[in-house]
C-alpha cells in the first residue's frame, strides 16, 4: 500500500500504517502523491491512499507516461481529507478502474472508514464517542438529523497515550446513517461523510457547500473535456440585488471543450434541490459566470497548501 498522506501532527498518515502493518501489509510511505511512477512498476502496490485530486492527477501522470492506472495492478483507492461529491468518487473509481473507500478523520480526534459495502463511514466507537449537536438549538440532534460532529474519546483502562476530548466541536456536519449491524458484519454505527461548515456559504437563504459545486463540475457528460480540477468565487451583496458564482474549471483541452454543455450541465445539477437559489436564478439576482482554464491556469495553482475551492468574495 502506497500512503500518500502527511506524515506528522495528522493522525491519518500514522494511524493508517500501524494499522497496515498489524494485519501484515507492506507500506510505501511516500507522504506525498508525487513520487516517481517507477514505485508504481517497480513495487505493484495493489493500493493507494491518497486525496481524490491527489490521485487524479496521478493517474493522468501515469495516463502521460502511457500507464493505464486500471491495468497498474492497483485494486483498490482509500481516500480522505476532505468531502467530496459522489460523482468524483464515481470518476475517479472509473479511471483506475477499482472501487473507492472514503476515510474520515480530524487531526485531534479520530480516523472513521467505509466497509466493503460503501454505505457510510464506520465510527470506530471503541475508541471515541460521537454525538450531532445542533449549536442554535444547543441540543443533541434526534437520529437522522444533521447536526455538528461532537467527539469524546475513550481510553481503555490503563492507557496513557492519546488526546482527551470532551465533547469536542469538530465543526464538521454530519447525519447518522443507522446503528444497526452492517452486512460486513461490523456492529459500529455509520454516518454520512461529513462536510465542513466552514466550506458552506448562504446565498438568498439557502445554503450550499463546496461540494454542491463540485457536483456540477464532475457530472458525467463533462469529464470528457475537464480534468476535475475547479475552483469558485462568490461575488456581490445582497442588499446591491446581485450575487454571482464564478465557476472556474480546468479543461484537458480548452479549445475542444464543449462548454455549453459543460455549463448545462453544471447549472441542472447545482440548482437541483435548492428552489429559493433556483428562483433567484430565473429571474437574474443570482447569476453563475464560468471560466474554462487551461491546464494549470486556476488560481489555486500559485497558492500553496491546501486549495480553497470554494472563497466567499462578499
Ligand atoms: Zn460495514
Known amino acids: 500500500m502506497v500512503v500518500c498522506a502527511s506524515y506528522g501532527m495528522n493522525v491519518g498518515a500514522n494511524t493508517m500504517t500501524l494499522a497496515a502493518r498489524q494485519v501484515g501489509m507492506s507500506i510505501i510511505p511516500e507522504g506525498k502523491c508525487t513520487f516517481p511512477l517507477r514505485v508504481i512498476e517497480t513495487y505493484r502496490p495493489t493500493s493507494i491512499v491518497g486525496s481524490v485530486f491527489k490521485l487524479l492527477n496521478l493517474a493522468r501522470r501515469m495516463q502521460a507516461e502511457g500507464i493505464d492506472p486500471g491495468e497498474s495492478g492497483v485494486n483498490k483507492l482509500v481516500v480522505g481529507g476532505e468531502a467530496f461529491a459522489d460523482e468524483s468518487r ?17 487531526t485531534e480526534g479520530t480516523m472513521c472508514g467505509e466497509c466493503s459495502e460503501i454505505s457510510g463511514l464506520h465510527v470506530p466507537e471503541d475508541f471515541v464517542h460521537l454525538d450531532v449537536y445542533d449549536p442554535h438549538v444547543k441540543e443533541f440532534v434526534p437520529e437522522g438529523e444533521c447536526g455538528r460532529v461532537v467527539l469524546s474519546t475513550l481510553l481503555p483502562v490503563g492507557a496513557k497515550a492519546g488526546t482527551l476530548l470532551l465533547n469536542y466541536d469538530t465543526e464538521d456536519t454530519t447525519v447518522v446513517l443507522t446503528r444497526k449491524k452492517c452486512a460486513c458484519g461490523r456492529t459500529h454505527m455509520k454516518i454520512l461523510t461529513p462536510q465542513r461548515e466552514a466550506e458552506t456559504v448562504w446565498v438568498e437563504g439557502t445554503p450550499f457547500n463546496r461540494v454542491d459545486v463540485e457536483r456540477g ?9 475537464l480534468t476535475g480540477e475547479y475552483e469558485a468565487f462568490l461575488y456581490g451583496a445582497e442588499d446591491e440585488g446581485e450575487t454571482l458564482l464564478r465557476v472556474s474549471m480546468e479543461c484537458k483541452n480548452p479549445d475542444i471543450c464543449d462548454r455549453s454543455l459543460v455549463q448545462e450541465n453544471f447549472v441542472r445539477s447545482f440548482l437541483k434541490y435548492k428552489p429559493p437559489l433556483s428562483r433567484a436564478y430565473e429571474d437574474g439576482s443570482f447569476k453563475i459566470l464560468f471560466n474554462f482554464a ?3 491556469d486556476l488560481e489555486l495553482y500559485k497558492i500553496k497548501g491546501r486549495p480553497k475551492r470554494l472563497v466567499d468574495r462578499r
Open 217 to 225: 463540475v464532475f457530472q458525467s457528460g463533462n469529464m470528457d473535456f
Open 294 to 296: 487551461g491546464p494549470r
Open 90 to 106: 464515481n470518476y475517479l473509481s472509473e479511471v483506475w478502474g477499482c472501487p473507492v473507500y472514503n476515510t474520515y478523520g480530524s
